[in-house]
């Protein structure tokens, strides 16, 4: 017990002396869950925003691009061998989409959560040319970031008018994560189901 205390005081001494570190390594395996908290913590000053927002780009662009080059590896004729239920209908229907659209696609699965990397991967297997790829994916990227920074500023912005009615910034967490995750949930729902029609 004493031992995994001090590894945890370890790892949270580490995470105070070098945060943006730990952001950019969590942007790269965890993408929105690591984004979402860095965000709030730049908002309410806590964090230099031009840092996170740079390490955010930088970290999915990063993460994108293995996903991307995987994609390239994955043999096309493996995707006939996904079920046609559930998960497996929302890919094939993505996949239908993605080859008639593929760059607008890439661009808005930025938006739904759960389909980004299925559209890195898409992207290599249909050997989206690397420029067109790269323009697409940095202009979703730059957005989603952009937009998750603005409701972040609009829902602390608002709070902090409300100041007198409570007690600590920290219930705008609270108030700013739903919103996110309700909007993501929305946008999502509509796409998916255009996608496996």
Known sequence: MQGALEIFQFILGALYAHPYLFIFAG????GELVLLPSI?????GRLE?????????LATLISDLIWYWVGRRFPASALERIPQRG???????????FARKGPHI???????YGTRIAAQVLSGIHHMPLRTYFIANTLGVIAVTGSLVVIAYSV?????RLGEL??????????????????HSLIGRRLKRQWSQ
Do not use: H, N, Q
Not at 91 to 96: D, I, P, Q
Not at 106 to 112: D, G, N, P, T
Not at 156 to 160: E, L, V, W
């Open 156 to 160: 602390i912005g608002s709070m902090g």
């Open 87 to 97: 998960a497996g209908a929302l890919l094939r229907g993505l996949e239908k989409l």
């Open 40 to 44: 709030y913590l730049a908002a309410t």
């Open 27 to 30: 942007l790269i395996f965890a």
């Open 166 to 183: 409570m007690d600590s910034v920290e219930i705008a967490f609270v108030v700013f994560v739903p919103v996110v995750v309700l909007g």
């Open 49 to 57: 925003l031009t840092s996170v927002v740079a390490l955010a780009v």
């Open 106 to 112: 890439l661009f808005m699965s930025k938006f739904v």
